[in-house]
């Protein structure tokens, strides 16, 4: 039930748009994941020829983090503003490697459990976290980012749920440097 329908989203009978990412690199950290949606997205959406297509953007991720040693656990969840996205996402990552740290892992796409913006926010509006670092929390969109659109993220749980985060890093993450 959750392995991606490709074909089902190509004939219009999906509307997931939730994805769960696996096989991260242990080292790859919130910061790179970001860059990397936002760095896909922006290829995506420079290649969109007709006016009707939606563009390809994002507006929740989270990357879960063993707070101890401070490395990723391996998988992320991103939700996609539409099931197109998702298709796209998909075939440009799953079943290939990880370029960065020399990984020999293979990342695989599946469909995540909870699905959609407002089932996440949600799910993770009472959630507990051991920290109170930004990097280690699920974040949320108020715009949906597109690339070339970088909204600052707002935290999607714990006590700072719904700050708008203003730090240094993730004003870094904003600008792309």
């Given at each position: 039930?959750?392995?991606?329908?490709?074909?089902?989203?190509?004939?219009?009978?999906?509307?997931?748009?939730?994805?769960?990412?696996?096989?991260?690199?242990?080292?790859?950290?919130?910061?790179?994941?970001?860059?990397?949606?936002?760095?896909?997205?922006?290829?995506?959406?420079q290649d969109i020829t007709d006016l009707n297509e939606p563009q390809s953007a994002y507006d929740f991720v989270y990357l879960p983090i063993d707070f101890k040693n401070r490395c990723n656990l391996g998988y992320a969840f991103v939700n996609f503003t539409t099931a197109l996205a998702t298709l796209k996402f998909y075939k440009a990552?799953?079943?290939?490697?990880?370029?960065?740290?020399?990984?020999?892992?293979?990342?695989?796409?599946?469909?995540?459990?909870?699905?959609?913006?407002?089932?996440?926010?949600?799910?993770?509006?009472?959630?507990?976290?051991?920290?109170?670092?930004?990097?280690?929390?699920?974040?949320?969109?108020?715009?949906?980012?597109?690339?070339?659109?970088?909204?600052?993220?707002?935290?999607?749980?714990?006590?700072?749920?719904?700050?708008?985060?203003?730090?240094?890093?993730?004003?870094?993450?904003?600008?792309?440097?």
């Open positions: 039930q959750y392995v991606f329908d490709e074909m089902g989203v190509q004939l219009d009978r999906s509307n997931r748009t939730t994805l769960m990412i696996r096989n991260i690199p242990n080292k790859y950290s919130q910061r790179m994941l970001l860059l990397l949606l936002d760095e896909h997205c922006m290829v995506c959406n990552f799953h079943g290939r490697p990880w370029e960065s740290f020399n990984s020999r892992k293979i990342c695989q796409i599946a469909y995540a459990r909870v699905q959609g913006r407002a089932a996440l926010e949600e799910h993770f509006r009472n959630s507990r976290f051991a920290c109170d670092t930004v990097e280690y929390l699920p974040l949320m969109f108020p715009l949906p980012r597109t690339g070339i659109e970088r909204p600052l993220p707002v935290v999607a749980a714990g006590h700072l749920l719904g700050r708008l985060q203003k730090n240094c890093r993730l004003e870094a993450m904003n600008t792309g440097t």
